[in-house]
C-alpha cells in the first residue's frame, strides 16, 4: 500500500494563478480531509469528505475548492492565489470520523504564491 | 473560545526522560490525540486518550485529565531520532480537531 500521496512535491504560483493539488489514498477509506500548516500554528481543516460525493467545508475554506468523485482522489483546486496561501497543505484519510480515530497524512505540498 | 497550548520548544539528552504537557480549551471534549512530526514530513499518529489515566506504548506514555484540560506525553530512553515536533489536538463537542501548534523537542548527546 502506498497509503496516502500527494502531487506536487512544491510549487510556486504567481498571484492570481490557479492550481490543482492531487490527493489519493488506496487504504479504502471513507473520511478525507485537506489541511494547511503554516509556520508555528496548528494544522487548520480547510475542507473534509465522509465518502464520494459529500464534501464539507471546515475552518478555513474561503478561497478554496474540492471534489470527491471517487473513494480514492479528493483533489484541492486554488483559485486566484494570493500570498495568504503560502503553506504547507497535508491530505489525509481515516477509515471512520478522525476525531476519534488515528489520521494518516500525505507528505505534503509545499505551496509559496509570489 | 477553543484553545491548545503546548510549549514552543523543549530540550533532553540522549537516554533521558521528558514531558511535554499539554492544556486545552475545547466546548465540550471528545478525546486527546498526540501526533510525532519530523521536520519536512507529514504527522503520524501517537496516541489517542479519552478516559482519565496513563496509556502506555513502548517508550511512549500519554497521560489525560479531563477535569484539569490538561494532558502530558511522556518519553522514555530518549533517542536522536525523537527528535521532532509533538502535536497535541483535542476532539470538541462538534467533533472537530483542535490543533495545537507544536512543541520541537531538541535531543543533544
Known amino acids: 500500500n502506498a497509503g496516502v500521496t500527494q502531487t506536487p512535491k512544491f510549487r510556486i504560483l504567481k498571484i492570481g494563478q490557479s492550481m490543482t493539488l492531487q490527493c489519493t489514498q488506496d487504504?479504502?477509506?471513507?473520511?478525507m480531509y485537506w489541511y494547511r500548516q503554516d509556520p508555528g500554528m496548528g494544522l487548520k481543516l480547510i475542507y473534509y469528505?465522509?465518502?464520494?460525493?459529500?464534501?464539507d467545508k471546515g475552518e478555513v475554506p474561503n478561497g478554496y475548492n474540492v471534489s470527491r468523485s471517487t473513494t480514492e482522489d479528493f483533489p484541492l483546486r486554488l483559485e486566484l492565489a494570493a500570498p495568504s496561501q503560502t503553506s504547507v497543505y497535508f491530505c489525509a484519510s481515516s477509515p471512520r470520523e478522525a476525531t476519534y480515530n488515528e489520521q494518516f497524512f500525505g507528505p505534503g505540498t509545499r505551496l509559496t504564491v509570489l | 473560545g477553543q484553545n491548545i497550548d503546548q510549549p514552543t520548544e523543549m530540550t533532553a539528552t540522549e537516554g533521558a526522560i521528558v514531558q511535554i504537557n499539554c492544556t486545552y480549551q475545547?466546548?465540550?471534549?471528545?478525546?486527546l490525540f498526540w501526533y510525532q512530526q519530523h521536520a519536512g514530513e507529514a504527522p503520524t499518529f501517537l496516541s489517542y486518550n479519552v478516559l482519565d489515566g496513563l496509556e502506555e506504548k513502548g517508550r511512549f506514555s500519554s497521560f489525560l485529565s479531563r477535569s484539569k484540560g490538561y494532558s502530558y506525553l511522556l518519553l522514555k530512553e530518549l533517542q536522536m531520532k525523537d527528535s521532532a515536533s509533538y502535536l497535541c489536538a483535542a476532539s470538541d463537542s462538534n467533533y472537530q480537531l483542535i490543533w495545537g501548534a507544536g512543541t520541537k523537542l531538541i535531543i543533544k548527546p
Open positions: 487504504m479504502n477509506h471513507n473520511y
Open positions: 469528505s465522509v465518502g464520494a460525493g459529500i464534501t
Open positions: 475545547t466546548s465540550g471534549f471528545n478525546g
